[in-house]
């Protein structure tokens, strides 16, 4: 029995390698460059830069509660910001039911999103000409996402510069989509786009996207799996037969190819599932949440509404002349402003009539991790244990995310143990505001995904230039062992069509 597995384990990872060991070359070469490079896009922060600073309005500011009473139908707002774009002072307002922009004046309209326009959006981006504008009616490779076929037709800029840069901007409200120059295509073109496997004709299907990654990876799963049982039985004979070479084969590549898969076969694997990971979601059979409510959003509820709130936005504004935006953000019944300068944020209490900084007590986020489990029907009786304290450092599942939030202070953090079914705990940083929760899940997926794909392990988190050091060693051993998988595949290929063709010639005869 173990024979005729072993001889099926031969069998498999022949074949799958010569199918995939380009895929795998192309997966590990391009991860160098995702390192450093990464799809062009356009982040919020960039986004935000191109406004202009609140104070500049010389208009009179009208009360909240009057805006909040422009709203149809009277409904609910979720998410309320105040922007300024081309001498217009505006409220941007989400609801259930859509999204408003709203002028300061009711009898005020705002600037249409005509060619005149486009092209103030556009020198914002870029002081050079523009050669020619196109209009996109389907995803490119640029903007290769289905979700964006609402802001359909895009306008496509191409400026006349040595960059070769290029903007993409919506139809319906002159929003940046893609902005991109000719170098950071180059690299997308190495990197991201075979890595994530991101074509337009795949990429614009987000379910078949997913589903050719899971499929491609898994393959790949049960070949190098298959390829480490192949190692381990001629290890096993090797050892048995007392040769007293290291490897057994005299061919170079067979040589090589086995050397490289005894010390990063494993490495191999772990990278082909946690990119697998990546996409696919942990399984119920697995773990299945227990909580029937999303914690954070329990955290973000009964906000005040945004007239009930002690301070007055105007007072924002003076207070912080080079504000870009103001956001109108809560902690459960807390209210607080979030200020953007284009730099960093700051977080302001809603409490008081006077401008000061955000402190959420312990006793208001114990109170707020209580109403997550008070208002999830778990049917439990007894109130759930919970365990506070103080963290003053970094750990694994709450780690250094200076890239992401740059400027915004990380340490001390509340950190929450609560003894649920989820083994849940709750980051929730006082001066912020900002929450990250924990569970089963998320550390399913941490572990494989973010540990064994991106080597977010203890002990790298910290050191930046160590991480990087072990990621090159193991990617240049990973695209070792797939090149000598590419030179065998080509070899057996050639067999394969000398033998088709002999027999061709044989039957000829």
Known sequence: MMNVITQLMYSIHRILGTLLCILFLMWFLSAFVMMYHRFPRVNAKEKLQKQEVLSASGDSLPDIAAVIARLPHKEQVRKLTLNRKFGQTFFHVRTGKGEYNLPLNPSDSLLPTDS??????AALWCPAPIVHIDTVNSPDQWIPFGELKKEMPIYKIYFADDAGTQLYLSSRNGEALQFSNR????????????HWVYFTWLRQDTALWNKTVIWLSGMGCVMVIAGIWVTIDVWRKTRRNRYHRFSPYRKKWYHWHYLTGIFFGIFVLTFTFSGMMSVADIPEWIHKPA??????????AHAPRPEHYTLDYRRIIAAYPQALQIEWSNFREHPYYTVKDGKTEFYIDATDSLPRPLHLSEDEIRRGIESIYASDSTGANAPIPIRMSLLGHFETYYRDMSNMYRERPQLPVWKTVVEDADRSIYYIHPETGIIRHVDTSSRWKYWSYTALHRMRLPGLNSNAALR?????????????????????????????CRRKRKSERYIQR
């Open 116 to 121: 005149k326009y486009i092209h103030r959006i």
């Open 183 to 194: 170098n950071e295509r180059f690299w997308a073109w190495l990197g991201a786009i075979p």
């Open 291 to 300: 909580l029937k409510t999303n914690p954070i959003r329990t955290l973000h």
């Open 468 to 496: 990087k050091t072990v990621l090159w060693i193991l990617l240049l051993g990973g695209s070792a062992v797939s090149v000598t998988g590419v030179a065998l595949s080509i070899n057996y290929l050639r067999r394969k």
